[in-house]
């Protein structure tokens, strides 16, 4: 009697959590959100006194203190909003800077009496009165002719730059003597300086997110020499001028020489013209974006066409021409009834023309399993089965026995949970799995919450990448948030959008059999199961290839019937140890993450308490 009681209680624990749960991992409100970013900053952001005598010492012992040149084009804009934008430049703790502005003939005189008034006030202000409108590209070249220093940063005549933005610059060129170009964090600030919101903490310089939006201003800093050589600004560009003279950059640079200051420097005004409030508000930008990454994608000879999508830009690669076949290599092991779901799913659902199944048998003994695996090769075109007597069970050795059955030049590994959700899926991940070194290509993979009563399942992401660092060694990323989450936008939508990333799942992942070869596979010694396809990935860019989430094609992910460890066991920690010991580097600053975020709560993008930065905190505001 008493554990009926207790079973009773139980379920219905379980349903008062499954119905009256108010959130999950990622459900956080924007207004709640927005108040707990503006009390971090205050605390790990905010200059206080003790922070500035601290950075002001540190200016002491530097030898090199390069000059920055601040290039700010001015047209109609609220005097009170150019005042904190010239302020924010004249409050820099680094002194060393010049601040170069352009006025382009606005035709507004009580703006060009203040200008007058800070050139004379400030020899380090200097101002060119255009005589004619020539809008915002020719405007900041007249302001950048006026440079005389090696470094170029881009300012707009309503933003600000955090007191401490140039120090950060200065002391990341010194770091990096061959850099080309440096950009920051930033978020949005509020018309009136009283809130500020929308962080983005970015990723290290990520080719793959960089084609699918500008993810390089606010703060932008260029090499003036280059700039000069590209010929500055681009008429015509109007609107994403800056994210076409990065890409114009790129053909005369490394990427080794883009440098990512992982701190909000940059205070990007919201008001009701401007695209910090929405990129709707100035759609020749979006136009002017499009074009830029034709025309770059044309000059480098990249089979690819741009298209705006609502979060940046959707990035159509050109198929391979004849279409190679892909080996779909699906492991079982007893469960049979989740493998005939995914078979028959799989069949009906993927557009891709040319695949072939190999399904491989890890020991089962279960009758109706054995029965339906002979039942299938009958059932189905282009499907072997393959039998791998691997014991104890070890995912890795058992996947790479199957690769020399696989006759296509890309393989898919593919759990036995999974379900297609759009039929184009293997054809989205085989485009960019064609491009130069690109190793593996993971995708969007989804769960639906229990049904229970009167509450529908939610949609919910189980995989968007993985992250290292996050939970000890890694995590899956944005995992439990919701298809149309948004907020917090800590890292802009990169769940929409394709990006490079240190890892992907091989739940559902495609590589080329090139690739594969080349780092020898899974490793079945160190990795037998936890953090095969980890260790896979991280391999895979040691050796110069690039690994690629794309959000353009999903699959549901139910509970593996093959694929599961004991988080407790010896093995698992013999591996934990493994990783630590061979890639302790990434998994402490993963460049496809941000220091300014949790590597504590599943991938979430919660915020550091603290950051993972030399920084100079409030020491009296930190409980």
């Given amino acids: 009697m008493y554990q009926i009681k207790k079973n009773i209680k139980l379920l219905f624990k379980k349903i008062k959590s499954q119905v009256f749960c108010r959130s999950k991992p990622g459900d956080i409100t924007f207004e709640k959100f927005e108040q707990q970013y503006n009390s971090w900053s205050a605390t790990f952001h905010d200059l206080s006194p003790e922070s500035k005598t601290n950075i002001l010492a540190e200016l002491l012992r530097w030898e090199k203190k390069p000059i920055i040149s601040v290039v700010m084009p001015v047209y109609k804009v609220k005097q009170e909003w150019l005042k904190m934008a010239i302020e924010s430049v004249r409050n820099q703790i680094y002194p060393h800077w010049e601040l170069c502005i352009a006025e382009d003939c606005a035709g507004n005189a ?371 948030h919701t298809e149309k989450y948004t907020i917090p936008n800590c890292q802009f939508f990169a769940m929409h959008l394709m990006h490079s990333v240190s890892a992907v799942t091989s739940a559902c992942m495609l590589v080329s059999k090139k690739c594969f070869v080349e780092i020898n596979g899974f490793d079945d010694k160190n990795t037998p199961v936890a953090f095969s396809d980890v260790d896979f990935c991280l391999r895979a860019i040691e050796a110069g290839y690039r690994n690629v989430f794309t959000p353009f094609a999903d699959l549901y992910q139910y509970k593996s019937a093959t694929r599961e460890y004991d988080a407790l066991n010896i093995e698992f920690k013999q591996v934990c140890q493994y990783m630590t010991k061979r890639w302790g580097k990434i998994i402490k600053n993963d460049p496809c993450y941000n220091p300014n975020l949790n590597i504590l709560s599943e991938g979430n993008h919660n915020l550091a308490y603290p950051p993972r930065l030399k920084h100079f905190y409030n020491p009296h505001k930190i409980k």
């Fill in 110 to 480: 009580d703006n060009v009496l203040l200008l007058k008034k800070y050139a004379n006030m400030d020899p380090r202000i200097k101002v060119v009165f255009r005589t004619t409108t020539g809008h915002i590209s020719a405007s900041s070249n007249s302001a950048a002719r006026l440079v005389t220093s090696d470094w170029i940063a881009l300012l707009d005549h309503d933003d600000i730059l955090h007191p401490t933005a140039l120090y950060y610059v200065a002391e990341n060129i010194n770091a990096n003597p061959n850099a080309e170009l440096l950009y920051s964090d930033e978020d949005k600030i509020n018309e009136n300086n009283t809130r500020r919101s929308n962080p983005y903490f970015k990723y290290d310089f990520n080719i793959d997110l960089f084609y699918s939006h500008n993810m390089f201003s606010h703060l932008g800093v260029y090499k003036t020499t280059t700039f000069r050589k590209i010929g500055g600004f681009r008429k015509g560009f109007e609107g994403s001028q800056d994210y076409d003279l990065v890409l114009r950059f790129l053909q005369h640079i490394d990427l080794s020489q883009i440098i990512h200051i992982p701190r909000v420097l940059y205070h990007w005004r919201i008001h009701d013209s401007s695209t910090a409030k929405t990129i709707n508000n100035k759609s020749y930008a979006t136009e002017a974006a499009e074009r830029a990454l034709n025309d770059y994608f044309k000059h480098h000879g990249i089979k690819a066409k741009a298209k705006s999508i609502i979060y940046g830009y959707y990035i159509n690669y050109q198929l391979p021409n004849p279409k190679p076949l892909i080996s779909i290599i699906i492991p079982v092991h007893n469960q049979y009834a989740p493998l005939k779901k995914c078979l028959a799913n799989l069949y009906l659902k993927t557009s891709y023309p040319n695949f072939e199944v190999i399904v491989v048998d890890n020991n089962s003994t279960n009758s109706h399993t054995l029965s339906f695996l002979q039942k299938i090769q009958k059932d189905y075109q282009r499907l072997s089965v393959i039998v791998d007597e691997t014991q104890p069970f070890n995912f890795s050795k058992i996947m790479n026995n199957a690769v020399p059955h696989a006759k296509g030049q890309y393989l898919c590994f593919l759990n036995d949970s999974t379900k297609v959700i759009t039929d184009h899926w293997l054809l989205e991940m085989l485009k960019i799995a064609a491009q130069p070194k690109v190793g593996a290509v993971g995708t969007r993979l989804w769960y639906l919450t229990p049904k229970l009563f009167f509450k529908k399942p939610k949609k919910r992401l189980q995989h968007g990448g993985i992250i290292m660092g996050v939970d000890g060694i890694a995590s899956n990323k944005n995992k439990n």
